[in-house]
């Protein structure tokens, strides 16, 4: 078994707008807190130090919002490679609700986003699987440029659920009765495999692995 494909989606460190409890979208986004960039600074030197086996990694990409970007920095920083910056793997787009408390616009919508997933949740925002929809476009259209390369991008948690549901093959529509974890610097590992007989798959290898934030200095 040959992997001939990887992508790596690390989600973004702590960040002010989850301290505060409020949506950080494109208009309010302040970024990481310090210990956001302490969180993804262990991610990035653990992924530095594989760098020269075959687990290395070929390009950093990021998400636009800044909290993305930050990370996206530090961790193209370790590896000595550019950052480039996808506008199509941003997050969810929050309309009225952005910079809001979460626990408001969840009240008035009866849940989170996924729980009516065609329902705009607040006005102005992207329904749950309209946004999985767009993202899986966009996550597709990235391996298609990254084929055959060992790809990290810097994303949002919601990117994860996008990544699982176009790489496992599971429909959109089954969105509301399942989830994944997605803890702040959490990584997780989608590889494409090929047989003997030339057969391809795509292997969720890890899923939310926070190892680099355990032990001493954590």
Do not use: K
Not at 15 to 24: I, K, M, S, T
Not at 124 to 152: I, K
Not at 187 to 195: G, I, Q, S
């Amino acid at each position: 078994m040959t992997v001939t494909t990887r992508l790596l989606i690390a989600r973004h460190g702590q960040a002010r707008c989850n301290v505060e409890g409020r949506v950080g979208g494109p208009e309010t986004c302040t970024g990481l807190t310090d210990l956001g960039r302490h969180q993804i600074e262990r991610l990035a030197g653990r992924l530095a130090a594989a760098q020269h086996t075959e687990d290395r990694i070929d390009a950093v990409c990021a998400g636009p919002r800044r909290r993305l970007q930050e990370s996206g920095r530090i961790l193209a920083a370790a590896l000595g490679l550019p950052l480039f910056t996808d506008p199509g793997l941003d997050g969810p787009r929050h309309g009225e609700a952005d910079g809001m408390p979460w626990r408001e616009v969840e009240t008035a919508f009866g849940g989170p986003p996924q729980t009516h997933p065609d329902r705009p949740y607040a006005p102005g925002a992207e329904p749950w699987n309209s946004y999985l929809t767009r993202a899986t476009r966009h996550l597709t259209g990235l391996l298609e440029r990254h084929d055959g390369r060992h790809v990290l991008l810097a994303a949002h948690g919601e990117t994860v659920h996008a990544a699982c549901h176009l790489l496992l093959g599971i429909p959109v529509s089954r969105s509301p009765a399942i989830g994944f974890g997605t803890s702040h610097a959490g990584l997780t590992r989608f590889e494409r495999h090929r047989d003997d007989h030339d057969n391809t798959r795509w292997i969720l290898a890890t899923l939310n692995d926070t190892a680099h934030l355990e032990g001493p200095g954590r």
